[in-house]
């Protein structure tokens, strides 16, 4: 019965692809596996002009987790897992990876941390339509023949109400929950680096280190007659970096190895970096963290503690594309 469906499911998917191929593909899409190819960064060196209608404020999806939450069908765990989960969204129908591992290097999902260790998305995915989320997941099991599909599937998403929302794939092998946030009025940062100026005497970064961040909006109120910003709830917590991965790989001249880099924030907010280092349990030891205010378009720059560790982040800030085939025109002269 279990191969039935899992037959039954590859084949949906594959008509899903033929179908996105015959529709697509004319449109200028290229093909079905091709990868968003639009910068994060592509309005951070931007020139200030009058009115610039290709550079947008928008609502997006900020990607949380993706949880592997059930196991079934014959699976036990610690389970060797490769595969994509991806999103396409309105500015060019292209995959924007969100996990993707090799066959040669799939990540190994254990009881006591069933997180898919995310890579993306690689630009803000904008939802002012909806969101197709796409999963291909397999285990290696040795040998090539061995492999076993895990689940393949294919999901719209549409947020009405911000705030956070799980979308759930599940099969007859498994249940995996995708966590989402919508933001409403947001730009995109890209965290260049999370670099070690000066390694302290009494706190080392070095290779077991946590990397995370969220943004707060704030709002003008006023109080006592006098105009006051005023934060509101700061959003979900995007982990950049987790303490099972190797923080600061050899001859990094001090750099954190993030995993993620790309986060939506509010235009009128700020950004918080947290950096927690963590002892071979995965205890936290010290923490530290920077606020940097959101910002159009440019670089920010700060530096901060972590006990009396040195370090400093370097955040790209730039706005939206709205649609791909608007900033491929032609300029007029």
């Known amino acids: 019965m279990e191969k039935e469906e899992i037959a039954a499911e590859e084949e949906d998917f594959a008509c899903y692809r033929r179908a ?58 610690p389970l060797s897992v490769y595969g994509v989960v991806a999103a396409r969204d ?32 690689s630009r803000a995915i904008l939802c002012r339509d909806p969101v197709r989320f796409e999963i291909q997941l397999k285990v290696e099991r040795g040998a090539v023949s061995r492999d076993r599909a895990l689940i393949s599937a294919t999901r719209d998403f549409y947020a009405r109400h911000p705030g956070v929302h799980t979308i759930c794939f599940e099969n007859c092998f498994c249940k995996i929950e995708l966590c989402v946030e919508r933001l409403v009025e947001t730009i995109q940062a890209t965290i260049c680096s999370v670099r070690v100026v000066k390694q302290g005497t009494r706190q080392r970064v070095e290779s077991r280190c946590r990397v995370s961040c969220s943004t707060t909006s704030y709002i003008r109120k006023i109080i006592d007659g006098k105009p006051t910003y005023v934060a509101n709830a700061a959003s979900g917590e995007v982990v950049l970096l987790d303490r099972l991965k190797k923080a600061m790989p050899s001859g990094s001249e001090g750099y954190l190895d993030l995993s993620r880099r790309v986060v939506s924030v509010e235009h009128e907010g700020s950004l918080k970096v947290v950096v927690q280092t963590c002892s071979s349990s995965g205890d936290i030891i010290a923490e530290g963290h920077v606020s940097l205010a959101s910002k159009y378009f440019g670089f920010s720059q700060k530096k901060f503690n972590v006990d009396d560790a040195e370090l400093e982040v370097t955040v790209a800030w730039s706005l939206l594309v709205v649609d791909k085939d608007d900033i491929l025109r032609p300029v007029a002269v």
Not at 57 to 77: C, D, N, P, R
Not at 90 to 97: I, M
Request: glycine residues 6%; positive net charge; hydrophobic residues 35%.
């Open 20 to 77: 996105w191929e015959s529709r697509r593909g004319p449109e200028g899409c290229g093909f079905f596996e091709d990868t968003t190819q639009l910068s994060s960064m592509h309005f951070t060196h931007l020139t200030p002009k009058p009115s610039l209608d290709d550079a947008i404020v928008a609502e997006t999806l900020q990607i949380l987790s993706i949880k592997l939450t059930e196991i079934k069908g014959g699976f036990k765990l």
């Open 90 to 121: 309105s500015v060019d129908n292209n995959r924007n990876l969100l996990f993707a591992h090799s066959r040669i290097a799939p990540q190994r999902i254990r009881q006591h941390n069933l997180y898919l260790r995310l890579i993306g998305p």
